[in-house]
């Protein structure tokens, strides 16, 4: 079965410093996609940062980079030059083709992230 | 209105009480889904919809019933609900139902429910 195993209950990081939100997965399935959202205390997930599994490239957008290391089933996130309004919960998700011919999304349970002064 | 929207954000409810949630989305998607998010647990899905037909439902219980009558629009109708069924009920959508591995799904704000 899918999974994604999230194990940082909460992290702590200086402003301008760099952190790496751990996220490793478990699947027996050869196409699937990884994807990290950010949800603020508002409630609202917002979607940071897709990685697929044929892409030989680590995914970028902006300060989050996606650490995608496939042999070790493991997806870490980067965020460079952390800001205060990066204080946040972030979920590593992945997404499958189940039986039902769509594609589902299954979430770890998720790194409380905060950014001191 | 911009993205995927819900309401209410929040809700206080009795368990003999009946209420609904509304979710819309203002993305041209075709696929709509509801999740619960509960403390300290990942995300559970509990409805899909792509193209107003249900495609998913993970063993729900009853007691919440989904409706999609246009493809902008989701509701989820609450009755006799329990105190565990307390969580933040989010919506999303997503282009559609999913054919490729990347099917980025869009979130709303959430409703955050209490089951007195």
């Known amino acids: 079965a899918q999974k994604i195993t999230q194990t940082q209950p909460g992290m702590f990081v200086q402003e301008k410093e760099a952190v790496t939100l751990d996220c490793t997965y478990d699947t027996s399935d050869q196409s699937y996609g990884l994807f990290w959202y950010k949800q603020p205390s508002s409630g609202e997930m917002i979607f940071l940062i897709y990685?697929?599994?044929?892409?030989?490239q680590n995914a970028t957008e902006g300060r989050y980079s996606l650490n995608f290391q496939k042999a070790r089933k493991s997806a870490n996130l980067v965020i460079s030059a952390s800001q205060l309004g990066d204080s946040a919960m972030y979920f590593c998700a992945m997404s499958f083709l189940e039986n039902t011919g769509f594609q589902k999304l299954v979430f770890g349970t998720g790194t409380r992230l905060l950014v001191s002064p | 209105e911009t993205g995927v929207t819900q309401t209410p954000r929040h809700l206080v409810m009795g368990m003999t009480n009946k209420k609904s949630l509304k979710c819309e989305q203002h993305?041209?998607?075709?696929?709509m889904y509801w999740y619960k998010q509960s403390a300290k647990k990942p995300l559970e899905l509990m409805f899909v919809y792509s193209l107003e037909e249900r495609v998913e439902n993970n063993s729900v219980p009853s007691r919440f019933s989904p409706e999609c009558p246009n493809s902008s629009h989701l509701f989820l109708h609450l009755h006799t609900l329990q105190p565990e069924d307390s969580a933040l009920y989010l919506c999303?959508?997503?282009?559609?139902?999913?054919?490729?591995?990347?099917?980025?799904?869009?979130f709303g704000p959430g409703t955050r429910l209490t089951v007195l």
């Open positions: 990685q697929g599994s044929y892409d030989e």
């Open positions: 993305l041209g998607h075709n696929a």
């Open positions: 999303a959508s997503s282009q559609d139902r999913g054919f490729s591995s990347y099917n980025e799904q869009f």
